[in-house]
């Protein structure tokens, strides 16, 4: 049976504390990872920004609402590294996430949650008299489907008639990729993944037609954004003191607010099909498989009592959800964006805080990115499964991803974690398809015999089990020892 | 007291002054002062430029 892990941190982690390494773009706070707790180290300004916030309701609100991670001042205190200039002027604890995640793994539904977020916070701590000194949706992390806002060294005192700082980055990160999913259907994902900044202004601009720019927000936000940007690029204008003398006040950034927010209200991702969104109506199980699968997922669950699962090939999320009734946390996995965007809708409405859903290409993962390639982690670096479910999974891995059987297995191997993985066999009518589009003989290595040795190899079988087809085979293994 | 502002992104000077037009209506009071300042600099007339006192 595993040993279920008490929250998202790695044995590396929890073992060696150590300087979040994603968290240093802020000179006033940096988070440090120590034995299991979060820990944020705050310099002089960001003691008196977190006081401000602290002292106001609006702290205790966003918390008791859950659009804020409950953060305290920290006591009990390891020893601290000197990263700040200045010195550390006080630490504060978070509550852990479950699990990390990235804008590029979320739907577009996840964004434009995350992104009507940022905006209520912008508009309550205006409210304060506070504000949010960036715009970023790493800032934000999902606890199952509920959006919840991390980083409170975000929040500083007001400075009146200044502009919003963080607009920019907003419409970079939150506004141009949910524009371009809504109008274009251009996946924002690889473009986040491809550019930690998000979109800039003339990049969006670049990709939008004259048509486009009759859309609501798309001439203001978008092409006059971008033209103002040229403009100025290389003067010395005093932007902040010109506005300030003429009279710009935070009721020009409640305005623009309160207009963000009805634009990013009415973008809709209309995309109504895609390869896997009608799997559950036109899959070839029999009633008698699926419920004899779906059996087979509940006695591992049972048996094995996991901390973290990964549902890897979630779909709708039928096994994540059998899963969740006994592990601590359950992300679920999909390449396919559409079916992935339903699921955090249903589990959105449900309240449902026990399964993290994330689109991926497990052929493709997310790398590390960023400054060292550290600052965004790999998936498997943000705390391995003590279960995988991969159902209907390795023939998509391995005749259209071209993933070698084995090294798939490896993969799961590196992980040591336990295992509920399908094998469907080359007489499947699934596999038969994808093997049609493929020459005669281009995957060897996919037949019965191959995995099992392959898996015998790497991992403890606990059991098989034949489904009444004949085509597929369940296995439930174990790491080795 | 308010330190000076000390933004650690880069806010780019567009980006800033465009949100004298996303804030609608009440933006245009702001657009014309700016303008009518901007005129008055150009021209040499009135008075000298405001100090910013934060501190």
């Known amino acids: 049976m595993a040993i279920p892990r008490e929250n998202s941190l790695t044995d590396q982690e929890i073992k060696t504390p150590g300087i979040e390494p994603g968290s240093f773009r802020d000179p006033d706070s940096r988070v440090f990872i120590s034995h299991g707790r979060i820990l944020r180290l705050l310099s002089k300004q960001g003691l008196a920004d977190w006081q401000k916030l602290s002292s106001s309701p609006l702290f205790a609100e966003l918390v008791a609402e859950g659009k804020l991670v409950g953060t305290r001042e920290a006591t009990d205190l390891p020893d601290l590294p000197d990263v700040l200039q200045g010195g550390v002027a006080a630490v504060l604890e978070h509550d852990v996430i479950p699990f990390v995640s990235y804008p590029y793994e979320w739907t577009f539904s996840m964004l434009r949650d995350a992104a009507l977020l940022q905006l209520e916070l912008v508009e309550r701590s205006i409210g304060a008299g506070m504000m949010l000194k960036d715009s970023t949706p790493y800032n934000v992390q999902f606890v199952g489907a509920r959006p919840v806002f991390v980083d409170v060294g975000s929040f500083e005192q007001l400075r009146e008639g200044e502009p919003w700082a963080g607009y920019r980055q907003f419409c970079m990160l939150f506004l141009y990729p949910l524009m371009l999913e809504a109008w274009k259907d251009i996946p924002f994902q690889t473009w986040l993944r491809g550019n930690i900044a998000g979109i800039s202004p003339q990049e969006c601009r670049n990709l939008l037609s004259s048509r486009d720019l009759l859309r609501r927000g798309a001439f203001t936000h978008v092409a006059l954004h971008a033209r103002l940007e040229r403009h100025y690029e290389n003067t010395d204008t005093d932007a902040k003191k010109e506005l300030k003398t003429s009279g710009f006040n935070q009721e020009l950034i409640l305005a623009n607010i309160r207009r963000l927010r009805r634009l990013i209200k009415k973008l809709e991702w209309k995309r109504a099909d895609s390869e896997w969104s009608g799997y559950e109506l036109t899959t070839t199980y029999s009633d008698e498989d699926a419920k004899r699968k779906a059996e087979f997922v509940t006695e591992v669950v049972r048996t094995e009592k996991p901390g973290l699962v990964w549902d890897l090939g979630c779909n709708e999320g039928h096994h994540a959800r059998i899963a969740a009734e006994t592990a601590r946390y359950v992300v679920a996995l999909d390449i396919d964006a559409l079916v992935v965007d339903r699921l955090y809708g249903a589990l959105a409405k449900e309240g449902q805080a026990k399964i993290l859903p994330l689109t991926m290409n497990l052929a493709d993962p997310s790398p590390g990115l960023g400054w060292r390639g550290l600052e965004r982690k790999p998936l498997p670096d943000r705390g391995s499964p003590d279960l995988a479910l991969c159902l209907a999974l390795i023939h998509h891995v391995s005749i259209t991803g071209n993933i070698p059987v084995a090294e798939f297995l490896d993969w799961l191997q590196s992980m040591k974690t336990s295992l509920v993985i399908e094998f469907p066999t080359p007489d499947d009518p699934m596999v038969s398809r994808l093997l049609m589009r493929k020459r005669v003989g281009d995957h060897p290595d996919y037949n019965r015999d191959w995995f099992e040795q392959c898996l015998a190899q790497r991992f403890d079988v606990v059991r098989s089990e034949v489904l009444s087809s004949g085509e597929r085979v369940l296995y439930h293994a174990r790491p080795r020892a | ?55």
């Open chain 2, 1 to 55: 007291m308010i330190q000076p502002s000390l933004a650690y992104i880069d806010a780019s000077t567009g980006s800033l002054l465009i949100q004298m037009l996303t804030g609608g209506v009440a933006a245009a009071a702001v657009v014309l002062k700016m303008y009518w300042r901007r005129l008055r600099k150009l021209l040499h007339i009135g008075k000298p430029e405001e100090t910013d006192s934060q501190s």
